[in-house]
C-alpha cells in the first residue's frame, strides 16, 4: 500500500513537471509568435516585396544553380534583412533582428541599433541588384555582389534634419540557410557614391483644374476608372479654357494585383488628355499615411512603376510628389517627412532625368522648403483672401528664378441659410477675386471640376459639416450644370 502510494505521488509529480515543462515551451512558442507577428505588422507586407532585388547572371558557374524559386526566398531574406534593421533603428528594440540576422551581421546590427538610439542615425536600403558569386552544393551558404541604393540621415530632435545622403553603395553580402530560413550572416561594403540630382528647367504658363470624376474621387478613382467619362470630362475642362489638368496617383493603386491594370489606366488618362490638349500634373503618394522606415523601398518600387509612364508621355508637364506632405509634419516628425521628401526626389530624378519635380505644399509659409532641390515650386492657397497677393510676393521673392504655381485654390458653395458659409454667389466671386490676386504666378488650378455626391470621410474626417463643405467645390453642380463660377473662370482663363 505504501509502494503504492508513493508510485502515485511520483507519478503525479512526473506528471506536474512534464505539464510544466510543456506550458513553459508553449509560453515560449507563443512569445515567439508575438514577436513573428510584429515584425509582419511593422515591415507593412507589400505583395510583390520579393521583387524588389534584381538580379544578374553569375559571376561564374555556380556549384549548385539558383532557382527561380532560390532566388525568391533569398531575395525576401535580402530586404527584409535591410527593413528589419530600419524598423529596429526606429523603434529601438533588437528582438527582430534575429529574424533575418545572424553571426557577423547580427552583432553589427545590435551595434547599429544601439548608435541610432543614441545619435539619431538612420539607414534605409531603397533598391537592390544581385549577382550571385557561389552557392553550396548542399544549398546552405550563399554569396553575392550587392548594389544597393541607400539613404542615411541623422536626427537627434525629431525635428532637425541634421545631414542627409543618398548613395549607391556595392559590396559582398554573405546568408546562411538555417532552420528558419536565410539569414543574413555578412556584409562587406566595397564602394561608395553619391547620387546625381541634376535639375530639370520648366518653364510655361498653366491654367487648369484639380480633377476627380464626380462619383469616384480620392481612392474610387484609379478601381473604378471609366476612359468614356474620363473624355466627357476633359472635353468640360477644355470648353472651361483650361490648359492643364492636375490628378492624383494614390500608391497603393500602383502596387500589388491592381498595379497592371492601374497603370494601363494611366497611359489611357494621359494620351486622352494629350488628344485634348490638355497638359497633366500628376501628383504622386496622395492619401499616404504610412512613413515608417521599412515602407521606403515599397515606395521607390511605386516610384520605379510609374515615373517611366510619366516620362515618356508628352502630356506630362512637370511631376507633384507629395500633396500637402508640411501636415504631416506634426504626426511623423518634420525631419523624418523631410529625409523622405529628399530620398523620393534623388529616386524621382533616377526613374525620370528628363521631367521637372515639385512638391505641393499646403501653405505658402512651407513652399521655400526643398527649393534648392526642385525645379518648380508650388503650393495651396485656402488662406483668406486679403493677403494672397503678398503671400504670392514673398515666395517669389525668397526663390531664385523658379516658376512659382499655385496648385490649389478653391471655394464651397455650401450653405446653410442666407449665404452663410457660402453660396454659388459667393463662389464666382471670391473665385475671381483670388484669380486676380495671383496674376503674377505662373499657373493656377482650380479646386474642382465636380461636386462630389459622396465624400470619403477617410479623407476629410467624419465631421458632417465638413463633409458638406469638401462636397460643394465643384464648378459644376451634382446634375452636370454650371455654377456662375464656371463662367467667371471660362472668363479669366481666355482672357489670358
Partial sequence: MIYRSLFAVIFLAVAAFVLWGAASAFEVAQERQVTYRYIASALTPAPERDTLVTWEEPVQTLVRSLTESDAKLIGKALVEAWQILAVSQESGTTDILADRFTGVASKRAEQ????ATLYGGRMIVLKQTAK?????KDGSLFQAEVEMIVA????KNGEDLDTFTISREKGIATLLNESNGWRLFSYERRSTSNLGTDKVAWSGSLQGLNYYPAETPWRDFWPRFDPALIWADFSLIKGLEANSVRIFLTRDAFIGKSAEDAEKNLISLLKIANAKGLTVIPTLFDLKQDF???????????LERVLPILSKSPAVSFIDLKNEPDLDFKHHGKAKMLAWLKTVIAMSRLYAIDKSLTIGWS?????????????VITYHDYAPIGGTFDRLAKVQSLIDGAPVLITEIGDSTFEVTLGYPGSEGQQAERL?????ALKSADGVFVWTLHD???????VVGSSPWVKRLQSAFGLLRADGTEKPAAQMLRNRFKGG
Fill in 132 to 136: 550571385p558569386v557561389f552557392f553550396h
Fill in 432 to 436: 475671381g477675386n483670388r484669380l486676380d
Fill in 363 to 375: 501653405t505658402a509659409d512651407a513652399a521655400p522648403l526643398l527649393a534648392d532641390e526642385l525645379d
Fill in 152 to 155: 542615411r540621415y541623422l536626427s
Fill in 112 to 115: 547599429s541599433v544601439s548608435d
Fill in 292 to 302: 515608417s522606415l521599412g515602407t521606403w523601398a515599397d515606395d521607390a518600387q511605386y
Fill in 452 to 458: 462630389f455626391p459622396k465624400v470619403d470621410g477617410t
